[in-house]
């Protein structure tokens, strides 16, 4: 007979089955669907991609790319989460509010800088600016889980710093919004035109090096 599980202390019903984790062949699954959905997206455009050409290009079956993603909406969120993830990562290490402002914004900086100046970022980035005024959902996705979650990690950061005494800031979105312009600066746009910007670590180290020294000289205790 089976096991009945343990009955919900509060309502007195069986709790629902938690679920099962993902196996590592459906990890590789779910990576080859994102890495297929990305070059199609890239190489055409998110409109013009269908679910079927992905399932072609990736292999597998449409039920899966379903279960997985939910939709093609989906799908294109969960590679803005796995951009923004990359990116914010600094900001997720437990010690990070151990350390002083400059080594934190310095560490999220670099990767910020780094993956933004990536060249399949700026295909992604030429990409997105050509979808989103079709498609209002996408564009609220884009702004939601792109920039708006680095920016979102970065204003909490600044908000704790406050309270700590070693930062003196109003507005930590704010904040948070003109450091990362400050990071991107014009090299962005240079790169992202195609003109011979150098973007090798030393030059991206000494470029954040500068932005965040800028910016903390406004914002020191």
Not at 52 to 66: F, H, I, K, P
Not at 142 to 158: M, Q
Request: hydrophobic share 40%.
């Amino acid at each position: 007979m089976p096991r009945r599980q343990p009955e919900n202390p509060i309502s007195g019903e069986n709790p629902p089955p938690r679920p099962a984790a993902p196996t590592a062949r459906g990890e590789a699954r779910r990576r080859a669907i994102l890495e297929a959905a990305l070059e199609l997206f890239l190489e055409r455009g998110y409109e013009s991609v269908s679910m079927q050409e992905l399932v072609q290009r990736a292999g597998g079956s449409l039920a899966t790319l379903y279960r997985l993603f939910g939709s093609k909406e989906g799908l294109f969120e969960a590679i803005l989460t796995q951009v923004s993830n990359e990116i914010v990562a600094p900001l997720l290490d437990e010690e990070i509010d151990r350390r002083p402002p400059v080594e934190a914004l310095q560490r999220l900086g670099e990767s910020f800088l780094t993956r933004v100046l990536a060249p399949d970022a700026l295909a992604w980035h030429r990409m997105v600016v050509t979808e989103g005024p079709k498609s209002p959902a996408l564009r609220a996705a884009i702004l939601r889980i792109g920039p708006g979650r680095v920016r979102e990690r970065l204003a909490g950061y600044l908000e704790r710093q406050t309270r700590q005494g070693r930062l003196r800031i109003d507005d930590p979105k704010l904040a948070a919004s003109q450091f990362l312009a400050l990071v991107k600066a014009a090299v962005h746009l240079e790169v992202l035109c195609g003109e011979p910007v150098p973007t090798d670590p030393a030059s991206v180290e000494t470029h954040v090096r500068r932005a965040v020294a800028l910016f903390l000289h406004g914002c020191a205790g």
